[in-house]
Each structure stands twice: as structure tokens, then as C-alpha cells.
């Protein structure tokens, strides 16, 4: 059984950082690329990031890029989500998921979400 498991949501402040982590078991993570993507009141699920499954190739968001670093540890099954300079509208649930690599991708597992609230 696959599990995808985040953590490190919160309330910061705009201009803040904060790091996700989604830990993951039940599946060679190793074979799959793995993606974070969210979902903010009102509105439909978005792509953030994605990182194929050898972690030398990513695919960002234009809203989040020069902001946010996506990063996998192989060791631990866990991938990364370091997001530097907040800004209000980055206010959503973040879900990780696990599948193929894109653009566009195709992810068939996902996590149950963490909440990431920024303050202006």
C-alpha cells in the first residue's frame, strides 16, 4: 500500500520560509518522480513542482520559481519542499504525490495534504 505522508505546514509570515517533507513507503520511490502540488480556498488543485525519479531533472511553477527548491533524499524515501520569500497568495494545502515524471506528468498517489498559511 502506498503512503504519502507531508508534513511542516504552518502559519508564517510574508517573506518567511518554510520547509514541507513527504515521507513515502509502499513502492520503489526510487523508479517514480515525485510532485507537490496545491489547492488554495475557491480554487482547482495546481502543479507546483515535479522532480524525476533520479532527482537531476525538475519542472517548476513560473509562480514559484526562484522561490522554492524541490529536493529528494533516495535514503529516505522522502522529498522536499524548501519555500523561501512567502507571499500571501502561496496560502493553500499542499499535497504531495508520487508517479510519472512530466511536463505535464502523471501522478497516481497522493498524500493527504499539510496546510501552509502566509500573513501579509
Known amino acids: 500500500q502506498v503512503q504519502l505522508v507531508e508534513s511542516g505546514g504552518g502559519l508564517e509570515q510574508a517573506g518567511g520560509s518554510l520547509r514541507l517533507s513527504c515521507a513515502a513507503s509502499?513502492?520503489?520511490?526510487?523508479?517514480?518522480?515525485m510532485g507537490w502540488f496545491r489547492q488554495a480556498p475557491g480554487k482547482e488543485r495546481e502543479f507546483v513542482v515535479g522532480?524525476?525519479?533520479?532527482?537531476?531533472?525538475?519542472d517548476y511553477a513560473d509562480s514559484v520559481k526562484g522561490r522554492f527548491t524541490i529536493s529528494r533524499d533516495g535514503a529516505k524515501n522522502t522529498v522536499y519542499l524548501q519555500m523561501n520569500s512567502l507571499k500571501p497568495e502561496d496560502t493553500a494545502v499542499y499535497y504531495c504525490?508520487?508517479?510519472?515524471?512530466?511536463?505535464?506528468?502523471?501522478?497516481?498517489?497522493w498524500g493527504q495534504g499539510t496546510q501552509v498559511t502566509v500573513s501579509s
Open positions: 504525490a508520487t508517479g510519472l515524471y512530466g511536463p505535464p506528468g502523471q501522478y497516481d498517489y
Open positions: 509502499g513502492r520503489t520511490f526510487s523508479s517514480y518522480a
Open positions: 522532480i524525476n525519479w533520479s532527482g537531476d531533472s525538475t
